[in-house]
């Protein structure tokens, strides 16, 4: 049985909240950046002042596009006392390990189910998603609750010191995502893809969570479902040049790392995947379909605890995978959003229970003295 992951709350502005996040996961911040430093360079071929110099570069993208999340990124190098520099890399690790290498490595993380209110017993949606990475990794996830001034409240799972990643808010936002690796992927410095997801997450309304991804200038290939608690859900398939939309059939959405768009494939963008994804997303749909109109978050949860094609299932048990570092699910997920929670089992779900998580409680009210 793996441990269930912290749940952290902070509140405040921006800064304060990036400390807050900092200082509670400070051991868990240093996991995420003793991992991925080491990645960087032996993946990415780059040496660490490179590194460093390449999250600055991003870092002046962020601060454009967003200052409030930069200042957050701030906050937690300062609450965790680690290097600004190393804070921004790990917000970009998707873009400095896969977004310079023209798909030359295959996209190896995550399966993705949405079934809509027509397909479920209760008309509620559900989302479900195991979050296949490095094994190692699985130490250094949080789940955090925040309460930001003049931002929705949300909740979201990270990898400690990172900003933004899968979660919904109190709007009924959700967005979920998927590792995709394309032709586009040519090194282009664009926004990182946990500050895209956050910036989601700060949307009031549908359609400017789908703008705030399709507007963004892109800097990886990315899969993103977005839903909304009122029934809605549409997967976008990105590149930095591209944007592929599918949608649900009969209810359901299934989602692995390949392209399913046909645009997609014509164009010759999809090329770099493994074979378990051609089958983890058909498996998903293949046990839901006969379950359409009644489905429950029961079997969402037995979708996600799958063995199929052990050991790289729906459910990926830890392995040796030659080329590759050793993955396993990490985190296993499932949003209810018209109850607005989040389930969340560490690690794979067969060796975990889900433990439940709403969103922050309202915020401390602060009265000033009356004169």
Request: net charge neutral; aromatic share 6%; with cysteine.
């Amino acid at each position: 049985m793996y441990k269930p992951f912290p749940v952290i709350s902070i509140e405040g502005d921006a800064h304060e909240c990036g400390e807050q996040h900092g200082a509670q996961a400070a051991d868990r911040v240093a996991k995420t950046i003793e991992f991925y430093l080491p990645s960087f360079v032996s993946q990415a071929k780059l040496t660490l002042d490179e590194v460093r110099e390449r999250a600055r570069g991003y870092g002046a993208q962020i601060e454009a596009i967003d200052a409030d999340i930069m200042e957050e990124l701030k906050g937690i190098a300062a609450g965790a006392k680690q290097k600004l520099e190393d804070v921004i890399a790990v917000n970009c690790r998707t873009e400095i390990l896969y977004g310079s290498l023209g798909g030359t490595k295959p996209a190896t993380e995550c399966t993705t189910v949405v079934a809509l209110p027509e397909a479920t017993r209760d008309g509620n949606i559900l989302i479900g998603k195991n979050w296949d990475w490095r094994n190692q990794t699985v130490e250094s996830v949080v789940v955090l609750r925040i309460r930001q001034r003049n931002k929705p409240a949300l909740v979201l799972i990270v990898e400690a010191g990172m900003v933004g990643r899968d979660g919904f808010n109190e709007h009924g936002v959700l967005v979920c995502g998927n590792l995709l690796v394309s032709n586009d992927d040519r090194g282009k410095v664009g926004v990182p893809i946990p500050i895209l997801r956050r910036r989601i997450l700060h949307s009031r309304h549908y359609y400017e969570a789908i703008d705030s991804l399709v507007r963004a200038p892109r800097g990886a290939s990315g899969n993103y479902v977005i839903a909304h608690r009122d029934g809605m859900a549409i997967d976008f398939e990105t590149t930095p040049d591209n944007v592929f939309v599918v949608y649900p059939e009969r209810g359901l959405l299934t989602h692995a790392n390949h392209f399913q768009s046909v645009v997609a494939q014509t164009t010759g963008v999809s090329k770099y995947y493994t074979g378990d994804t051609l089958y983890r997303d058909f498996r998903a749909r293949q046990l839901l379909e006969p379950k359409i109109g009644k489905i429950t978050i029961d079997d969402i949860k037995a979708v996600l605890r799958d063995e199929f094609g052990a050991p790289r299932a729906i459910c990926r048990t830890p392995h040796e995978y030659p080329g590759h570092e050793p993955t396993m699910t990490i985190a296993s997920l499932i949003f209810d959003l018209k109850h607005d929670v989040m389930h969340v089992a560490a690690g794979q779900p067969t060796q975990s229970e889900y433990q439940a998580v709403k969103l922050p409680d309202a915020p401390t009210l602060k009265v000033a003295n009356a004169r």
